[in-house]
């Protein structure tokens, strides 16, 4: 499971290097922020096709939808790579992500299926960490390839190690329950198992909390090539502060991990919303003091702590969300990722138009994120925070 999610964060991460190298080839502006729509339709492919596999999942089994959204994937990738035009690339990137989003809806779906409450938590923090170790080593990798092959290599690189993943799948079992199967995929059924999810105030409010974070965090994967190269000039760099940014997200989540079962999710995610508002709001003030290019490492010393947050945040949201919705895991999964990742990508881009130069932009979409998730858990839990699971 964690490397069918892992394959969602290479189709991002792996190309990133390679953003100059399209620009170029399509016959782009340099400094064009338009690539950050490669990054932006993939999402919005991933988040309206949940929609579809969730109800496919409760109905036929995990498998099935599962190999189904691989081969879609497959498609994606292959079209992005043989594509003459970016409009032709946006295309099949957005096939690409409704492909991914199969993998994702069923991973969640698989561990709801055999895990709930902290021991969920604990499972999907060492998944995610498995899933943020990718852009760690995804753009060296990218930039390796690069260096034998042109931007298209990349794409045919994820379409083979899906296949890969596809055939390794073959040992995973089925694991929905057969009680929880819906018999027919009638408006009706899934409109009781949709309901069940969106009148339930707990996995409404967390919901609507990760799709804050979501926001902000998709606009740092689109944006941050640009802010490395156009604010700080360090373009061949990108590679190694990507991935070492990637690494602290990955330790902040492997620690979730660890002490998840003593803390439990709630205090633990709540703790993490408060550090996430006051050191956002200390790297925006020293964005601003700085005229929006303060001290570089400075400034990537102040943007690992929101992140690191983001490591603690999202898993534990996720599993809160799911926690009350075991009958319907499948639609669940599929509402809880469409919401919260469409919703994000949407925010994410309206932070990334705002690009003006400056990191400001972007920080600025970070400590915005976390005071409207903080309201958000706030009002969810009626004031009462740090509560036991």
């Not at 492919?45 to 995990?62: E, H, I, K, S, W």
């Not at 290019?293 to 490591?311: I, Q, T």
């Amino acid at each position: 499971m964690a490397m069918t999610m892992a394959l969602t964060a290479l189709s991002i991460d792996l190309m990133l290097p390679a953003f100059d190298e399209i620009r170029a080839d399509f016959g782009l502006a340099a400094d064009s922020t338009e690539t950050a729509a490669i990054i932006t339709i993939f999402f919005i492919g991933l988040a309206v096709a949940q929609l579809a596999y969730g109800p496919l999942a409760d109905r036929f089994g995990r498998k099935p939808v599962l190999y189904w959204g691989l081969a879609i994937f497959v498609l994606g990738a292959i079209g992005s790579a043989l594509a003459g035009s970016l409009s032709a690339m946006l295309a099949f990137r957005f096939v690409w992500g409704l492909g991914s989003a199969g993998p994702r809806v069923v991973a969640l779906s698989v561990i709801r299926d055999i895990y709930e409450g902290d021991r969920m938590a604990r499972a999907m923090s060492f998944i995610t960490a498995v899933f943020i170790f990718v852009p760690i080593v995804a753009p060296s990798l990218g930039a390796l390839l690069l260096e034998v092959g042109d931007w298209r290599l990349l794409f045919w690189v994820c379409a083979g190690l899906a296949g890969v993943v596809a055939v390794w799948l073959r040992r995973l079992p089925e694991t929905l329950d057969p009680r929880h199967r819906i018999e027919r995929l009638e408006v009706r059924s899934i409109a009781r198992a949709a309901r069940i999810v969106v009148t339930n105030r707990q996995a409404v409010g967390y919901t609507v909390g990760m799709t804050f974070v979501f926001g902000a965090f998709i606009s740092y994967l689109a944006s941050s090539e640009l802010v490395w190269e156009d604010v700080y000039g360090r373009g061949d760099q990108f590679p190694l502060i990507f991935g070492g940014l990637a690494l602290v997200i990955g330790v902040a989540i492997l620690t979730n991990g660890v002490i998840v079962n003593r803390v439990g999710s709630r205090r633990i995610i709540h703790g993490s919303l408060f550090a996430y508002v006051v050191t956002a709001g200390v790297a925006l003030t020293v964005a601003i003091l700085g005229d929006g290019a303060p001290n570089f490492w400075l400034f990537v010393a102040l943007l690992a702590l929101p992140l690191a947050s983001h490591g603690l945040l999202i898993p534990n949201a996720n599993s809160i969300a799911m926690a009350p919705l075991g009958e319907v895991a499948g639609t669940a999964s599929a509402i809880i990722g469409a919401f919260s990742i469409l919703g994000g990508a949407v925010l994410g881009a309206v932070i990334d138009r705002a690009f003006d130069g400056t990191v400001t932009p972007m920080i600025a979409g970070f400590f915005l994120a976390s005071v409207a998730t903080l309201v958000v858990i706030l009002a969810t839990e009626k004031g009462r925070l740090f509560g036991d699971t």
